[in-house]
């Protein structure tokens, strides 16, 4: 047999929980100018992240849907990790998270850079749930890509 | 520590099912460190020694193609493909061999009839009439047929404890309808749908009726010729039989008119570049070099499946579905999806504030084998207004024990969620 190293704990770390039940910035943004969804038909988790990008500046961000505590912790944890953060800071910080939770070398600085984020740290052990992860953080950047006159046209 | 500790004590009277795991070498590992408790058995059974003894001896002894060659390997391999069409008539009770045909598994049982019957008698303006609860094998094919004719699909809806609403069906069966497709037993809510109810109401219209029979064959005795179904489709894979192979049943009078599904080797007597005749029934519907070791693993789970005693296997499971229902139904913030008055081997749930693929993850660490999501059948995860679900789905292997495990699971899952 396989030995397992695996704790289910390493993966639902109480900070994963806390955000799952009380999500931040858990609803609609009346003045975004982007706005994505997230969907993995798998699981039927399903997200829309809301973008108000001024000069290529993450002003504002929030998200809707409905998703498992690993996808929705990572969304909220997500969003209060990008504000303020300019168009290339949230693709460098989405380069490193997805290097955390797929376990890819990790970079010495990234860790500093993650932050709270390294409670997700776990997820790496856990390949199905990889994607419920990174599963906001794709709507965020395919939101953060988009012509900001896109937004109206859903 | 043995890895047996827990499988112990089944249900039914008389009914060992301790016993009869031994005979599924998958089933004795450790997951995760723990005992595997395998109850994802409408995804795909486990298969016994048998099954998989019967395969390698093909492979080993007599491996080569069939109908063809004048060797001793290919006539050994012939026979024994050819018996397993026997063994299947017998099993579903048909009437001839012929109208057993050999094909992947339900998902091209479906869409075989919807291509090739579908296409012949579905024409603009009319109508497919499927059921609220399939799963997407039943639906998509006729979705395919419908827009590719200019046809309807329409849907029998059910009450909110899982069943057919009979009374809307029979307003559904108009001129228009030219087919019905309906499962036997729902791969989610464990319903076991009236079929031949369903049937006779049909053919008072005159109207064919397809039956999804995937989750049924492995939980009840099937009588093709007593329902009148004019289909009946399933997989050996969810009855302890390999993977990739399945069964389309279909009435001759209809298969005979009906052209190919596919073209190829076998399914043709002659062919010149000007014309090609057809071989006849079943020949015609299984172009191209089956899968002839997956048709001999099933002729060995038909065999192992008839020692057991199907009844004894749908008592044994009737008794673990009642305990588990009556057990899950004392915690507080479960919500049990579907409750028919009849239903087979599958127990569906919710959890207040928990999300399926969660509690998957954490039944999988306490070496519980579960499915979550949608299960293929969207529509009815739509119906009851949730995303996914939890599903236990019981085997003629599984114990009260087993479920035990599970219901020490479901309270660690809200323990971590409290
Ligand atoms: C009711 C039902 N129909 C059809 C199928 C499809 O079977 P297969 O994937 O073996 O073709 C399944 C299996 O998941 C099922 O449960």
Known sequence: ?154 | MSTTANRVGSVAVGFDAVGFSQDFPALHQLVHGKPLVYLDNAATSQKPRSVIDAITRFYEEDCSNIHRGVHLLSERATKAYEEVRLAVQQFIHAARPAEVIFVRGTTEAINLVAQSYGRTHVKTGDAVLVSAMEHHSNIVPWQILCEEKGSKLRVIPMNDRGELLLEEYEKLLTPETKLVAVAHVSNVLGTVNPVKQIIRMAHEYGIPVLVDGAQAVPHLQVDVQDLDCDFYAFSGHKMYGPTGIGILYGKKRLLEAMPPYQGGGDMISSVTFEKTTYNSLPHKFEAGTPNISGVIGLGAAIKYLARVGLDNVATHEHDLLAYATEQITRFSGVRVIGTAQAKAAVLSFVLDGIHPHDIGTILDHEGIAVRTGHHCAQPVMQFFGIPATTRASFALYNTEAEVDVLLRGIAKVQEMFA
């Open chain 1, 1 to 154: 047999m396989m030995p397992d190293s695996r704790d289910i704990r390493d993966l639902y770390q109480d900070m994963i929980f806390e955000h799952s039940k009380r999500p931040e910035n858990f609803h609609a943004l009346p003045d975004a100018n982007r706005k994505a969804e997230g969907f993995n038909p798998l699981c039927g988790d399903h997200f829309t992240v809301f973008l108000r990008l001024d000069n290529d500046t993450v002003t504002d961000i929030s998200f809707e849907g409905l998703g498992c505590a690993i996808s929705k912790s990572s969304a909220s944890m997500m969003t209060a990790s990008l504000k303020g953060k300019t168009k290339s800071q949230v693709q460098e910080l989405f380069a490193q998270f997805q290097r955390l939770v797929t376990n890819r070398a990790i970079e010495t600085d990234d860790e500093a850079e993650l932050g709270k984020l390294v409670v997700f740290s776990g997820v790496c052990e856990f390949p199905v749930r990889v994607k419920c992860a990174i599963l906001a953080w794709h709507a965020m950047m395919s939101a953060l890509d988009q012509k900001a006159d896109m937004v109206s046209t859903e």
